[in-house]
């Protein structure tokens, strides 16, 4: 009998093909992001086993304290950053992360290619796009983006890989997914990391090549540790 993780992603790996299928589309264009925020590494260990490589985490510091060992176990790991980025942590973000997806922000971009020059590293960004205009969350306002776009290239020499979204809880997000599929369309950017474990066959269908699913696969996060001190 399978551990139970691995069904789950078994059966989500099974969704996301039907759901290409459904829309035309070749199950290869679509990367998983599996979110493993608050996850040990032993609930990760099925899946890392299975042969997946693409995770997410939201918080760099519990990254750094689970990731570097995963990695040297298990060659091609591709570690995305989905969650806010501050300034301060931006140098640990560049040595760990191969895939920044929240850049929201000019200082954070002049941060990020300060750091990047430094460490002689390239991980691949993405913009953050608040595509219901929510105060709580982060990103860019959709009417924004170009405009920071050209900002980070001219003056920093960034280039993006895609844009990325959270949409509104409430709210049906086809809409949003279509939105951000727009702008990536006008900016010029092939890569589109929208829909998570509710939405990700409605991203599919709107065009997602990266969707960022957690609960689905390894079922309801354990609470986070209350900070020490």
């Not at 078994?10 to 979110?35: F, K, N, T, Y």
């Not at 997806?101 to 691949?124: F, G, I, Y």
């Not at 170009?146 to 900002?151: E, P």
């Not at 090549?209 to 986070?224: M, N, Y």
Request: aromatic share 4%; glycine share 8%.
């Amino acid at each position: 009998m399978s551990h139970p993780v691995l069904s789950a992603y078994r059966s989500v790996r099974a969704d996301m093909a039907e759901a290409c299928r459904r829309a035309g589309r070749d199950p290869g264009d679509v990367a998983l992001v599996a979110v493993t925020k608050t996850h040990d590494a032993d609930a990760i260990l099925p899946v890392l086993e299975e042969g997946h490589r693409i995770y997410g985490e939201n918080r760099v510091q519990e990254a750094k304290g689970k990731w570097p060992a995963l990695k040297e176990r298990f060659p091609g790991i591709e570690l995305h950053l989905i969650g806010p980025l501050q300034t301060n942590k931006v140098a640990e973000a560049v040595a760990l992360f191969d895939v920044i997806q929240t850049v929201d922000r000019p200082r954070l971009a002049a941060a990020l290619a300060k750091e990047m020059a430094r460490q002689n590293k390239s991980p691949k960004l993405l913009v953050q796009v608040n595509t219901g205009l929510e105060p709580q969350k982060a990103g860019l306002a959709p009417d924004q983006v170009a405009g920071f776009i050209a900002a980070s290239a001219r003056e920093h020499g960034l280039t993006f890989a895609g844009l990325m979204c959270i949409p509104p809880v409430d709210e049906d997000p086809a809409p949003h997914f279509r939105m951000l599929a727009n702008l990536a369309k006008a900016n010029g950017l092939a890569g589109l990391s929208m829909g998570m474990s509710s939405d990700y066959a409605v991203a599919i269908a709107e065009g997602a090549t990266a969707v960022r699913v957690g609960s689905a696969i390894f079922g309801a996060r354990p609470p986070l540790a209350p900070a020490q001190g």
